[in-house]
Each structure stands twice: as C-alpha cells, then as structure tokens.
C-alpha cells in the first residue's frame, strides 16, 4: 500500500512540476541558508582553534586596566614598569619566561622603501613565550638589553617590503627619527585571526625603545610563559598574587589590571561566532516556516482540485487513513526534495564562500541529515491540516463537486 502511495504521490508532483518547484522553494532557500551558515561557522571555529598554536598555548598576557565581559580591557590604570616584570620573574614558579612589551606604530623606512609598522621594544624572552624562532641572523645579547643598542629583529612582512632581494642582516633601518642595525629575520607566522599580520613587527630593545623611540620608561603589557598549559591556572594566581602584593596602597583604578589567557581570547571569540551562528540560522529558519506555510496553501489548493477523485477513491473502497497518508506522502515529499536541493545548494555556496573570507570547508554529514529530517518534519507538520481535511471529505459530496 505504501509503495502505490508513493508512485501516486511522485506522479501528482511531476503532474504539476512548475508549482511544485515554487511551492518547495522556500525550503530550499531556507535550508540552503542553514546549511551555509552553520558549515562556515564550524570552520570558523576551528580556524580558531588551529590559531591558538601561532600564538602559544601557554601564553598569558598581563594588562593595566579591568577586564571586560567581551574581550579587551577597559579602565585608566598605571602602566607597568621594569620593577614589575622583575618580580614575576624573580617570585613566579609556574612561568618559564616573562616578556616585557612597550609598542608605538611608526614609519619604517630603508632606502626609498617606507610603510608604517609596529615597533616592539622587549627582551629576548620574547621569543620564548611567543614560541619564535629566528631563521637567520641571531637575537639580542645581555649587554645589547641592558645597554639599550640599536639593532632590531625584523618580520618576514618588513624583509619583503622593505628589503626585496636584499640581505637584511647587517643594513641600517629608520623608525621615525631612531635607527637600528637588523641582526636578525623571524620565520614567518602568518595572519592570525585576532592578531592581524605576525610578521610585521620590528623587535628593539626594551632600553632601546624606551630612551629613543617612546621617550617612556613604562611597558604597555607583559607576556607570561606558562610552564606548560596544565598549570596556567596556578601561574595566573600565582602572577595575581605577586602584582597584588606591589600595588597594596594603590585604590581604584590605578590599582586594577587583568590577565588573560590565549585560550580564554579564543573561548571569547568563539562565543561569540557561535552567538551570531545562531541568530543567523534562526533567521534562515524563517525561510523554512515560510516554506511550510506554502506547501500548506498549495495542498490545500490540491484537496479542492481533486476533490472529486478523493470521492472516487472513497467510493471503491479508500479508507480515511490512506487518503490522509497519501497526502501526508506527498506534501513530505516536497519538502524532503526541497531539503536536498537546498543542501546541495548550501554546499556549493559555502565552497565558494570559504575561500573568499579564508575559512576552512568542514563537510558535517551529521548537520546534513538533520537538515534533510528537519525539511520532512516540516512537510509533515505543515501538510496534515490539508491531509486531514481530505481525508475527512463526506465521499457523496465529495462525488457532486465540480
């Protein structure tokens, strides 16, 4: 019995192609959107995920300033000194290195070559707890830190912007009204998402920095290397405690700073895609509801087209639950077909996509079949008020109509 229903019902929907392609489209559209914003918001995060090893998983970044619920910090609070990085140092037992970092944009110039980049004045350690390495040349000496020498470690960005097929090692560069002499080239990063471009970045010396390029003796932030990333919450009590312990007459905010994790950005920036994720799809799902309202007029319309033929199939012996079944079949068949349309739709719309906004492509068979059942579910739901009234039909005046 449920084989013929499906031929009768294959064959009502090829007997009206044109109305059948209209009715499903807005399933289509509507799954198709789901599909697309649920594929990229898996690569999404999972980009995020393969972030998190370019910038090391057991950095912690220390800031001036009170934490904010969505990311950054807020607050007017005392930068750091020398003396503070000293003590985290010399008192933490669950960090490995502690990077001090003081930064300021300028113009980088070599030759006729010019573009402006960050200029960060740090310590060698800065290169451990980042986890980079220098692929040719060398880093800063004790005495080069301690003195405050003009050489500088470039990024892979300023060797090929500034330098082109020349050697960098060894060559003079300008940061605004300083200069420094390039002793070493770090391997090249990449983007990373929350951190723009890795490799434009020019590495002096704390001293350096501090006596000719910011005219400062204060440090913007500190970079903290977590022995490994079993004990980061140790290290961030332990750091807590130590910078509590330097500020106990401070009040308000000049007394305030936070510290904040790699994983705990990227938890943040993953909340938040997973956020808009939702509302999105819960946008596209309006299309699916539209959809089913749709195949609801259009079945309804089918019942009153075919009322005679329901009183026939009555009269020879059709019973109220397969009139109801057969309608029920046909109007989930529409929205079954709709669903794998709008899945293939949405896949191809996500591998064109994905490389545009430089995500990876994740194929989710699971989100696939859900968005295939949730398209029958519609079908069905939507499709049993028109099933129910033909299946209701009196068959003698079911016979009368016109």
């Not at 009715?23 to 995060?45: D, R, S």
């Not at 929350?194 to 390029?213: E, S, T």
């Not at 007459?249 to 904040?260: E, M, V």
């Amino acid at each position: 019995m449920l084989t013929n229903i499906i031929i009768l019902a294959y064959r009502e929907i090829r007997r009206n192609v044109l109305r059948s392609i209209l009715t499903t489209l807005g399933i289509v559209i509507g799954v198709a959107a789901v599909v697309a914003i649920t594929t990229l918001g898996a690569g999404t995060k999972q980009q995020v995920e393969a972030e998190i090893s370019k910038l090391g998983a057991t950095m912690l970044t220390i800031y001036p300033g009170q934490s904010r619920r969505r990311g950054g910090v807020s607050g007017s609070a005392r930068l750091f000194d020398i003396d503070d990085v000293n003590a985290i140092r010399r008192e933490s037992i669950f960090s490995s290195s502690v990077a001090p970092l003081s930064l300021k944009t300028a113009l980088v110039v070599h030759g006729n070559n010019n573009r402006r980049s960050q200029i960060t004045g740090t310590s060698s350690d800065f290169l451990k707890v980042r986890d980079w390495q220098i692929y040719e040349g060398r880093g800063f000496t004790i005495g080069e830190e301690r003195g405050g020498k003009p050489v500088c470690i470039i990024g892979e960005t300023i060797r090929k912007e500034l330098f082109g097929l020349i050697n960098p090692i060894s060559q003079l560069l300008r940061l605004g009204n300083a200069s420094c002499q390039v002793i070493g080239l770090l391997e090249s990063k990449g983007q990373v998402m929350f951190a723009g471009d890795q490799d434009d970045v020019v590495l002096v010396p704390l001293n350096y920095f501090q006596r000719r390029i910011s005219g400062k003796k204060t440090i913007t932030s500190i970079y903290v290397a977590a022995n490994t990333e079993s004990v980061i919450e140790q290290a961030t009590a332990e750091i807590t405690a130590i910078m509590q312990a330097r500020r106990p007459s401070r009040q308000g905010a000049d007394a305030l700073f936070s510290i904040r994790g790699v994983q705990e950005m990227s938890d943040a920036l993953q909340s938040s895609t997973a956020i808009l994720t939702g509302f999105l799809s819960a946008i596209a799902a309006i299309s699916l509801v539209v959809g089913g309202v749709g195949i609801m007029n259009i079945m309804l319309v089918s019942v009153t087209e075919r009322t005679r033929e329901i009183g026939i199939r009555m009269a020879i012996g059709a019973r109220e639950p397969e009139v109801l079944l057969q309608f029920l079949v046909e109007a989930t068949m529409l929205s079954g077909m709709g669903g794998l349309i709008g899945i293939a739709f949405g896949m191809f719309l996500t591998l064109m996509l994905a490389p545009l906004i430089n995500v990876p492509f994740i194929f989710q068979i699971d989100m696939v079949l859900v968005a295939f059942l949730f398209s029958c579910m519609i079908g069905i739901v939507f499709g049993y008020m028109p099933a129910r009234r033909a299946a209701r039909l009196n068959p003698i005046d079911a016979l009368r109509h016109e």
